[in-house]
């Protein structure tokens, strides 16, 4: 079976720092994405973790440890905009994705 | 380009309607995907077709039905749903697989929001 935990809600101020923390248990890896989705629209892609370490993207980075079945995406800089829900996903066999609950997060100014 | 984009934007049926949601895409992707999101919830998986092939069914009721008529569309027949269908549903594709570490990023459409009454 599947199972991604990634926590509800975070909140943080502009301009600071967010670590969004994603652990897994999953048949199968082939690789792990994260999404940022805002309100009532659809998710676009952040960032992919298939080798251990870390990625870096502009104020975005993510990091993965096959090991330990763990992922973080870190986000810097915030800004308002950032305000949205960050989805976890582990793509199994083939090309199947499988999502963790996803993390709301709230820039405050 | 590096679109998906669904139709109709908004639809609301009857439990004894027959409608249907279409999704397209010219990225040259063989893999296409529909997906279920509650409100709050993440997206869930129902169908995979790869190379215009049904490859994966997540048990889906029969009451919704898949079709891929060629490498670009992608429908989504509803028959007799529930109130309890009522949902975003989001279509999206990618390359297909290939492995070695390559990785196929899903583009995702802005969805079609669907009220069952």
């Known amino acids: 079976g599947q199972n991604i935990d990634q926590p509800t809600e975070m909140t943080a101020t502009e301009g600071a720092i967010v670590q969004i923390n994603c652990t897994y248990q999953?048949?199968?890896?082939?690789?792990l994405f994260w999404y940022q989705q805002h309100a009532g629209e659809a998710p676009t892609f952040l960032s992919y973790?298939?080798?251990?370490g870390l990625e870096e993207k502009g104020r975005f980075s993510s990091f993965l440890s096959r090991s330990k079945g763990y992922s973080y995406l870190l986000l810097k800089e915030l800004q308002m905009k950032d305000s949205a829900s960050y989805l976890c996903?582990?793509?199994?066999?083939?090309?199947?994705?499988?999502f963790g609950g996803g993390t709301r997060v709230l820039v405050k100014p | 380009d590096t679109e998906v984009t669904q139709t109709p934007k908004h639809l609301v049926m009857g439990m004894t309607n027959k409608k249907s949601l279409k999704c397209e895409q010219h990225?040259?992707?063989?893999?296409m995907y529909w997906y279920k999101q509650k409100a709050k919830k993440p997206p869930e998986l129902m169908f995979v077709?790869?190379?215009?092939?049904?490859?994966i069914n997540e048990s889906v009721p029969s009451r919704f039905s898949p079709e891929c008529p060629n490498s670009s569309l992608l429908n989504l027949h509803l028959h007799a749903l529930q109130p309890e269908d009522s949902a975003l549903y989001l279509c999206?594709?990618?390359?297909?697989?290939?492995?070695?570490?390559?990785?196929?990023?899903?583009?995702f459409g802005p969805g079609t929001r669907l009220t069952v009454l």
């Open positions: 973790n298939v080798l251990d």
């Open positions: 996903a582990v793509k199994a066999a083939g090309n199947k994705l499988t």
């Open positions: 999953t048949s199968g890896f082939n690789g």
């Open positions: 990225m040259g992707h063989r893999a």
């Open positions: 077709y790869s190379y215009e092939k049904l490859s």
């Open positions: 999206a594709s990618s390359q297909v697989h290939s492995g070695g570490g390559v990785y196929n990023e899903q583009f």
